[in-house]
């Protein structure tokens, strides 16, 4: 019984640490394909994210893959390692929200929030309009 009354403080406290730290998305998380990295950083308080690393890098003549289904003619050329797809995600109350962001595969930029599931999940919501209409990925946090 003991044991019980000192461990559920510390319980509460995880959870705490969890829900309350804006902080806590920063690091490199796995997609839900498991094909890129993307790492999470904050900048002037707001969270952005941008990949690091490709499963398949490189192009069929070798060369680094690049945004070619950009909207904007003058960023088609640019590489995807590198790529800020995650914009402007503020924290509110457990959860990172009135973000943007930008899927390479079809060009498209939707708004978006992410919450933690856990220390190691991240569930990211892409969605138009409503978040009812939207598709959720999970993400893993890479060690």
Do not use: C
Request: avoid cysteine; charge should be positive.
């Amino acid at each position: 019984m003991k044991a019980l009354l000192f461990l559920l403080p510390l319980l509460g406290l995880h959870s705490f640490t969890t829900k309350d730290n804006a902080d806590a998305i920063v690091g490199i998380w796995k997609n839900g394909t498991g094909k890129g990295h993307i790492q999470i950083y904050k900048q002037n308080s707001r969270f952005y994210g941008k990949i690091i690393w490709l499963k398949d890098a490189l192009d069929a003549t070798g060369k680094p893959k690049v945004d070619h289904k950009n909207a904007d003619p003058d960023k088609r050329s640019h590489p995807l390692i590198g790529l800020v797809m995650l914009k402007d995600f503020k924290y509110d109350d457990g959860e990172w929200t009135d973000g943007r962001i930008y899927n390479p595969s079809d060009g498209k930029e939707y708004s978006a929030y992410m919450r933690l599931k856990d220390q190691r999940t991240l569930s990211v919501r892409g969605y138009i309009g409503f978040s009812l209409l939207g598709k959720t990925d999970t993400w893993t946090r890479v060690k």
